[in-house]
């Protein structure tokens, strides 16, 4: 039976890459860590990725050149200048790193072949020499938005295989997991956090985990789009609900989503962006490859933002495949043959055979753009460090560590997992003391009894009030209609209105099974309210920015704004207010002055100001805050 209170030095709420690399890094330096997962790790949601991981290794002939700087640079323009590009700089010099120790945890990455190699670059088959003396090296692959080939990966099965090796790192470290968990709340004074209160999913019952660093690591929010999104079931966003639901801790860039433009119709799996660096297209109804029209030098391999708004717009004008499930597009990977499905896009290829039925090899493979990841997440500074909450981190993407901005690049965020992770786990392990865990246990007896009063409440609820799931039907249908691919100010302001109605409609659910134990719908029924609030907090900070920047495309404001809105959305919720608290920070000191992207056809306004204005202007901010992070409008 699990203890009441119990302590550790390190909890990791999360059992992710990210999360398990923190852990590794925390382990390796003595401490004691515990892990707590909504599944076996090796179920978690890292296993789909399946490209690639972006480290600047330069080790075939397309990556000549390549190196961190470069990396750093396309990172800066793929975010649309939202990122903090310091972080940006500390992620690019580390990812060689953190890709080549995964090959020392044992990831069987794909290597260079010396000699004459067949590859397809937008769409035509070109013969290139590999040089010898690079036979064996970390082989790389296109992706969308990036100079160079840049890609390390494993097959089709980069995430798979990358978090196994890591998995079995943790399990050598002696790490202890606790699976069918869930961490329901933070335990906290208002200023610092010491653990958080775990619910049980096989039994029910509530435990309080004292640690002297707590650790969010769970995966993005993607499930309040519902059933359109990449994302598993297990991502709903728990991990930043619960800084949240502290009232102090505040949530960055909500409003950044991103749409991945390949997911399989209408199951809504991802197809990898590999399937495109590889030399796939896409193809209108008509069979048509509109792509090379609307962006002739990128063509299918501009950044994700711009490949899925040309792929909506063209669904829009008519020109995608009808069916019963919606309009689709196809995405064409015939030409790369049988050979290359099965070896370097294996997992492509079981996924077109078991969820439609159909040979990649030989039959076009249906897709559309749907929900794929969070830029937004737990506000944390350059160390992981959550604001306004001592012994709080938070890592990959449950956090707003903000290398990112406003879109991501593929292959960004499963190097994103492990550099992040490693750079945490270091700073928690040089950080944190020897000694027992300082805590007052009023503070974990507090959290318990405010957990098991919640299930209680929902469990002894009587009456005819909505359905949990109704509820987040309806959620999903105005993030989806509303808050998607294109927005407008009218459909926004629509969207926090419904959305506020939901959460008025949470404190009503009924539950039709009673079980206090194993009960997946007062499971979901004790997340749901704090899903609706993702979604209200998103659709307020996408509402509130007249602009459009990377993902976030705002029809009536279609330009990018630098003069007003080169700044960080934070949102805060305080504790019983009816709605969040919406302010802004500079998005950090400039070493890149914002500018056209590079890929893309959108317009844009530069900055009005010069970068050694702004960074004066940033310096003086911080002066008057007396300490970082800064927060204020520009």
């Not at 009673?514 to 609706?532: H, Q, T, Y």
Request: charged share 25%; glycine share 12%; aromatic share 6%.
């Amino acid at each position: 039976m699990t203890p009441r209170i119990s302590s550790t030095d390190v909890l990791v709420i999360g059992g992710g890459l990210a999360g398990e690399r923190c852990a590794i890094e925390a382990a390796a330096a003595g401490h004691d860590v515990l892990i707590l997962s909504l599944v076996p790790p090796r179920r978690s949601h890292s296993c789909a990725a399946q490209g690639g991981m972006q480290a600047a290794l330069g080790n075939c002939v397309k990556a000549e050149g390549d190196n961190p700087d470069v990396h750093y640079l396309d990172t800066v323009r793929g975010s649309d200048w939202g990122a903090d590009q310091k972080v940006a700089r500390v992620f690019a010099d580390n990812a060689p790193i953190a890709v080549r120790e995964l090959a020392h945890f044992g990831v069987p990455w794909t290597r260079v072949k010396g000699g004459k190699n067949s590859y397809f670059i937008k769409g035509e088959r070109v013969e290139i020499e590999e040089a010898l003396e690079n036979d064996g090296l970390i082989m790389h692959r296109d992706f969308g938005g990036t100079a160079k080939w840049r890609a390390c990966y494993a097959g089709a099965g980069t995430g798979h295989s990358a978090l196994f090796a890591v998995d079995a790192e943790v399990v050598r470290l002696g790490v202890t997991v606790r699976d069918r968990a869930e961490a329901v709340e933070l335990i906290h004074d208002g200023s610092r956090c010491y653990g958080a209160v775990s619910r049980c999913l096989r039994t029910g019952e509530h435990s309080a985990i004292l640690a002297k660093a707590t650790v969010i690591a769970t995966g993005g929010h993607g499930r309040i789009y519902g059933q359109y999104t990449t994302n598993a079931t297990i991502n709903e966003g728990m991990g930043a609900a619960i800084a949240l639901n502290t009232g102090i801790v505040p949530l960055g860039n909500m409003e950044a989503v991103q749409f991945h433009p390949t997911a399989l119709s209408p199951s809504g799996i991802l197809v990898t962006e590999g399937c495109r660096g590889d030399g796939g297209f896409l193809l209108d109804k008509d069979g048509h490859r509109f792509m090379v029209d609307a962006e002739p030098e990128k063509q299918e391999l501009a950044s994700r933002d711009v490949v899925s708004r040309h792929m909506a717009q063209r669904m829009r004008d008519g020109f995608g495949v009808e069916t019963k499930h919606g309009p689709h597009l196809w995405l064409d990977v015939r030409q790369l043959g049988d050979e290359h499905l099965r070896t370097k896009l294996r997992e492509v290829w079981e996924i077109c055979r078991d969820f439609v039925g159909l040979d990649p090899a030989q039959e076009l493979i249906p897709v559309r753009p749907t929900q794929h990841y969070s830029m937004g997440g737990v506000r944390v500074n350059a160390e992981g460090e959550a604001y306004n909450m001592a012994g709080l981190f938070a890592v990959g993407e449950a956090s707003c560590w903000d290398m990112h901005g406003f879109n991501r690049l593929g292959g960004n965020s499963l190097a994103e997992t492990i550099v992040s992770g490693r750079l945490v786990g270091q700073r928690i392990a040089q950080t944190i003391g020897k000694g027992g865990v300082d805590a007052e246990t009023r503070y974990a007896n507090e959290a318990l009894q405010r957990a098991e009063e919640r299930a209680a409440g929902l469990l002894a609820r009587q009456g005819d009030g909505p359905g949990v799931y109704a509820v987040r039907d309806a959620m999903a249908e105005v993030m989806i209609g509303k808050v998607g691919i294109f927005r407008t100010g009218d459909e926004l302001e629509q969207a926090v209105a419904e959305l506020g109605q939901l959460l008025d409609d949470c404190d009503r659910i009924v539950l039709r099974s009673k079980a206090p134990g194993m009960n997946p719908e007062l499971s979901f029924a004790l997340r749901i309210k704090s899903m609706v609030r993702l979604a209200y907090i998103t659709a307020k900070g996408a509402l509130a920015r007249t602009e459009s920047r990377g993902a976030h495309f705002r029809s009536d404001f279609p330009l990018r704004d630098d003069a007003s809105w080169l700044n960080r959305t934070l949102a805060r919720w305080p504790e019983a207010a009816a709605e969040p608290d919406i302010s802004y920070e500079p998005v950090g000191e400039l070493d890149v002055p914002p500018g056209h992207r590079g890929y893309g056809a959108d317009e844009r306004i530069e900055m009005e100001m010069t970068v050694e204005d702004y960074n004066r202007q940033v310096e003086d901010a911080q002066r008057a805050a007396g300490k970082l992070p800064v927060e204020g409008m520009l």
